[in-house]
């Protein structure tokens, strides 16, 4: 068995790319061994991509668990989950964490099967804490943090028994740590070893598109709502968006009313977003919109209901019609730009 207290990070990465959240979730696990007195380990699986080694050392990382073999160059759920079980069974992690991506979300549960391990899903918070059951108290175990109940509970779930304890992890929610270029750490090859029916999936063609937008990373969003009205009303969204050099963001009432498509969509069902500037417009402010809100962003609010839920989030606030507001905002921005 190795290190008890290791912190584990599964490494996206598309081409050479690292992911984001994969890097984001390095420096909360950097938080979370130094409060067990661990070691963090990123697992790095793919094809000729050992560069990346360093950058995870920088971020954060003590060990780089790198896998490097031509079989895992596109990934496929049972070579990927082969490795990552191999080395969970020699290694024995104290906790596992991936991004609650598309590949997070398919790797995460195969994994967790096959180690009788607990699993998280779409964890909005981590935290290390103690847990008392029956008499029995459990020290340092991970706080898994996570809306339930349609957004309208905030649970904290718990492993108590299994190990590693896993748990996936929304895009956004963690802060990104700056790198230290001075850091160094340890980098150990692993050998993978598959079996015939782990390589029966065969990647015959990839199409790959870019993303309509980058709401993630978009320092200011403009969201519209159901209350923008039809599809046609989005033009005014749009056009604010990009006189403010911003992205636009919806709720998921005007992506399901097909004002707008659902890549645009923020919220516990979409995308968090750490923007310094929200300009929520025609949007009440569920609960489950607020989720994928970065609340210490400035927020602009826009609302012909005086008693809509987002206006106690909003740090200014407009009561009138979106459609003679936003062009005024329009005319005022551009005049004051001159």
């Known amino acids: 068995m190795a290190h008890r207290r290791e912190v584990w990070v599964f490494i ?31 697992l790095l699986c793919g094809y000729q991509v050992a560069e990346l080694a360093d950058t995870l050392i920088h971020y954060g990382a003590d060990v780089v668990l790198l896998a490097d073999h031509p079989e895992l160059a596109v990934y496929r759920t049972l070579p990927y989950a082969r490795v990552a079980l191999e080395l969970i069974r020699e290694r024995e992690p104290y906790i596992f964490l991936l991004g609650a991506t598309p590949v997070g979300r398919d790797l995460a549960p195969r994994i967790a099967s096959a180690a009788r391990a607990g699993l998280t899903a779409d964890c909005t918070g981590l935290q290390i804490g ?17 809306p339930a109940f349609g957004g309208n509970v905030i649970a904290t779930i718990v492993n108590p028994e299994t190990r590693p304890q896993m748990a996936t992890v929304r895009e956004g929610v963690m802060r990104l740590g700056e790198p230290d270029n001075h850091r160094t750490g340890e980098i150990v090859r692993v050998e993978p070893h598959f079996e015939p029916a782990d390589l029966a999936l065969q990647v015959l063609e990839r199409e790959m598109r870019p993303p309509a937008c980058n709401l993630r990373h978009a320092s200011i969003v403009v969201a519209g709502g159901a209350g923008v009205g039809c599809k046609e009303n989005f033009r005014l969204i749009y056009e604010l968006a990009q006189v403010l050099g911003g992205e636009v963001g919806a709720s998921r009432a005007a992506v399901d009313a097909g004002f707008i498509s659902q890549e645009h969509q923020v919220g516990q069902t979409g995308v968090t977003v750490r923007p310094r500037l929200y300009i929520a ?23 012909t209901d005086p008693d809509a839920p987002i206006f106690r989030i909003a740090h200014y606030k407009i009561v009138g019609d979106l459609r003679e507001v936003i062009p005024m905002m329009i005319r005022a921005y551009k005049e004051m730009s001159r």
């Open 281 to 303: 417009c025609g949007i009440s402010g569920a609960v489950q919109h607020r989720a994928g809100m970065d609340q210490s962003a400035k927020i602009i609010a826009i609302n």
């Open 130 to 146: 103690d847990f008392e059951n029956k008499g029995k108290r459990y020290a340092d175990l991970l706080y898994q943090i996570r």
């Open 12 to 42: 996206e990465q598309e081409e050479g790319c690292i992911a984001p959240v994969s890097l984001e979730l390095l420096s909360k696990a950097r938080e979370l061994a130094d409060r067990l007195n661990g070691r963090v380990c990123g």
